[in-house]
């Protein structure tokens, strides 16, 4: 095909016009990634109020990237109030000037003591808080045991009591259950008081 | 296929999940915040606040909750006076902010008639609600509509959204509402979020007739024809003198050949 400068320009001059009228799509819809594709999904149970929602954890790589509630859980399916929805912020927070994420530093990673009649906290280790713990409770066990009572064996302590909770789940509600009962403690009782 | 989140005023317990969970999902930090009189907090959206919760009290001491955010409009003021494209509505109806484009002119901060976006002092980018893009692109609802306990926030195809709004405020006139009605049905050619309300939307906080301003319609008007013709006109102009540049040098050559 031959084409002269003259039929060029008209041939341009119809096609930039047919452009502007008809109006190319140059706009595409954006691609997203979803940043959970690669997840490992781990179920927990919320911490805060009585009603223990269920919520899963979204593990990208040993890394918290997000957490949301648990569709499959019977008591939540699938929704979580602010303090469950911020349960994420447990672990991560946001940075306010990059908008990073960075570890809650916040949050308590070492044990504290407070002393009776103390007014400061002090750091301990592990050890030393567990070893104490023991101690206290063998202690108030041994100080308050009964053998028997009105002729009955009874083998119990009511001077410990035990306070669990609806955000533990049901193998650590199971493995306290049986820890207190084999401390011969009878006063177990639960957070959730509906 | 358009999409849309219907808010159901009258199911919302104000428990702010939705808040939080736009905040967890979209990597927004939070800041901090002081009581003002309101327990709307923070008071308005901010470049890392893309929703939140109005607190309305009523004169006969009852409260109105809405939740407050980019109304994602059929005929968005802020789609059409960015100079860089950088907002655009996706086909499902959402108002997609990209920031990679954003070069942080604050029009549509100035033209939104919602006060939705806003200038990040850190970044210089607009923020503002992205209708969880990435998360509806793939099956999943937006961040705030999946943690709404009482399902005050759903999520879904717009006409459907639009008839079960209607049935719903039906059914509260019939219960005594007789003020119940829509928001968002034909405002701005049509909201991508669809309230039922039983008051009048000022006493929930929303704009009565929003509208945007004559300049960023005339802008509209100009910048896709003149912007499309102005390019075609460039590209031609480069061809033609490149042809007239050729055409130059091979009459020079000729003349030196002979």
């Known amino acids: 095909m031959k084409v002269t400068r003259r039929e060029f320009f008209k041939l341009t001059g119809v096609a930039a016009l047919a452009a502007v009228v008809v109006g190319c799509d140059w706009e595409n819809d954006p691609v997203f990634s979803h940043r959970l594709e690669d997840a490992k999904e781990v179920t927990t149970i919320c911490p805060y109020c009585s009603c223990g929602c269920g919520a899963i954890c979204y593990v990208v790589g040993g890394k918290l990237v997000s957490v949301s509630g648990d569709p499959d859980h019977p008591i939540n399916e699938g929704a979580l109030c602010s303090k469950g929805a911020s349960l994420l912020n447990l672990n991560t927070v946001y940075n306010l000037r990059t908008h990073d994420p960075e570890l809650n530093p916040n949050r308590l990673d070492k044990v504290l003591y407070r002393a009776p009649y103390s007014q400061t906290w002090v750091e301990k280790n592990w050890r030393w808080a567990m070893d104490r713990i023991a101690k206290k409770v063998k202690e108030t066990r041994d100080e308050s045991f009964e053998r028997q009572a009105d002729g009955i064996t009874v083998n119990r302590t009511k001077a410990i009591a035990h306070l669990g909770s609806a955000a533990l789940d049901n193998e650590e509600n199971y493995l306290l259950a049986k820890l207190m009962r084999s401390l011969g403690i009878v006063n177990m009782d639960h957070h959730a008081r509906l | ?258």
């Open chain 2, 1 to 258: 296929m358009a999409y849309a989140v219907l808010v159901d005023t009258k199911k919302c317990m104000a428990c702010r999940g939705c808040q939080v969970a736009c905040k967890d999902w979209n990597r927004l930090p939070a800041g901090a915040t002081k009581f003002r009189g309101s327990y709307t907090n923070p008071p308005t959206l901010e470049a890392h606040t893309w929703n939140h919760l109005i607190f309305s009290e009523t004169d006969q001491g009852r409260w109105l909750f809405a939740n407050y955010a980019c109304m994602h409009c059929t005929d968005a003021a802020c789609v059409n006076v960015c100079p860089a494209g950088a907002v655009q509505r996706t086909k499902n109806g959402t108002v997609w902010p990209d920031p990679d484009k954003c070069i942080g002119c604050g029009l549509c901060v100035q033209h939104c008639p919602f006060h939705v976006p806003h200038l990040s002092k850190t970044t210089n980018k607009m923020g503002k609600c992205t209708g969880c893009a990435e998360r509806t692109s793939q099956g999943l609802r937006p961040a705030c509509v999946t943690t709404c306990p009482n399902g005050a926030l759903q999520y879904g195809e717009r006409n459907a959204l639009l008839q079960q709004a209607k049935e719903r405020v039906q059914s509260l006139r019939e219960q005594g509402f007789a003020q119940a009605n829509i928001y968002g049905e034909n405002e701005m050619h049509g909201l991508g979020r669809i309230y039922i309300l039983t008051e009048r939307p000022a006493a929930y906080g929303l704009p009565e007739n929003p509208c945007y301003s004559a300049s960023a319609w005339i802008w509209q008007l100009a910048r896709r024809p003149l912007g499309k013709l102005a390019s075609v006109g460039l590209f031609s102009g480069l061809v033609v003198g490149f042809l007239r540049w050729r055409g130059d040098r091979i009459q020079h050559k000729g003349d030196n050949t002979m």
